[in-house]
């Protein structure tokens, strides 16, 4: 059971590139996030989707995109790389059993912008 | 917006003592989580509380959950090594949509000899 997985685990860009991070869930989970962290400050919901076609913004959207085609997967996509966006990102999927709502997280991206 | 502050941030203990970690919160919430997360590594879900008055054990660490005062807290027993990781709290805000959490900064942990 391979749970949420994300690629790549570690990506170096320059300024001003694209690029996408992938994540795919098999646990036919109806909610995905996406989550930052930076040292010191938890984890900061950057968007989430409540299923396919539906995404909304979370705490810190901006210069960031993302798209739900398919339950599975939900990738999240870096318009023009900026330093400020060096962190560790990480994706979560949630059931809701009795309204439990536990996430369960990818092993994370490590992403480092020059 | 939904705050979560915990404390404290920074927490070292030596083998066999007691503590606690809090976790307070903002607005009105009914679910609670905590996660656990080694260096380096994804966060792996430890407790999660559901409802006031909850109380979950694993091990040497008990979490519980009072609504009223949104708080929770995270009791460690007789730590061990083992323990050291950083924890963090996270609290679903009950107007909002399922699956949306909101994290506490964590609360880094060393358990020494």
């Known amino acids: 059971n391979a749970g949420v997985t994300q690629t790549p685990k570690f990506q170096v860009l320059k300024t001003g590139q694209s690029m996408t991070l992938q994540c795919a869930q098999d646990?036919?989970?109806?909610?995905m996030s996406w989550y930052r962290q930076d040292p010191g400050m938890g984890l900061r919901l950057i968007h989430y989707?409540?299923?396919?076609?539906?995404?909304d913004q979370g705490e810190v959207p901006n210069g960031y995109n993302v798209s739900r085609s398919t339950t599975e997967d939900f990738p999240l996509r870096l318009l023009s790389a900026a330093p400020s966006q060096t962190s560790v990102y990480f994706c979560?999927?949630?059931?809701?059993?009795?309204?439990?709502?536990?996430?369960?997280f990818g092993q994370g991206t490590r992403l480092t912008v020059v | 917006e939904l705050k979560v502050e915990q404390n404290p941030l920074f927490l070292s203990m030596q083998e066999g003592k007691n503590y606690t970690i809090y976790c307070n919160y903002s607005?009105?919430?009914?679910?609670l989580y905590w996660y656990r997360q080694d260096p380096g590594k994804s966060l792996e879900s430890l407790f999660v509380?559901?409802?006031?008055?909850a109380v979950k054990q694993e091990g040497r660490l008990m979490a519980s959950l009072d609504t009223k005062a949104r708080l929770s807290t995270l009791h460690i027993t007789a730590a061990v090594h083992d323990l050291s990781a950083t924890y963090f709290c996270?609290?679903?805000?009950?107007?909002?949509?399922?699956?949306?959490?909101?994290f506490g900064r964590g609360t880094q942990l060393t358990v020494w000899p």
């Open positions: 979560a999927s949630s059931y809701s059993v009795t309204g439990s709502t536990e996430a369960f």
């Open positions: 996270a609290v679903a805000d009950r107007g909002s949509t399922l699956g949306r959490l909101y």
């Open positions: 607005t009105t919430s009914d679910r």
């Open positions: 989707s409540v299923g396919a076609g539906i995404t």
């Open positions: 509380l559901l409802s006031n008055g």
């Open positions: 646990m036919n989970h109806e909610y």
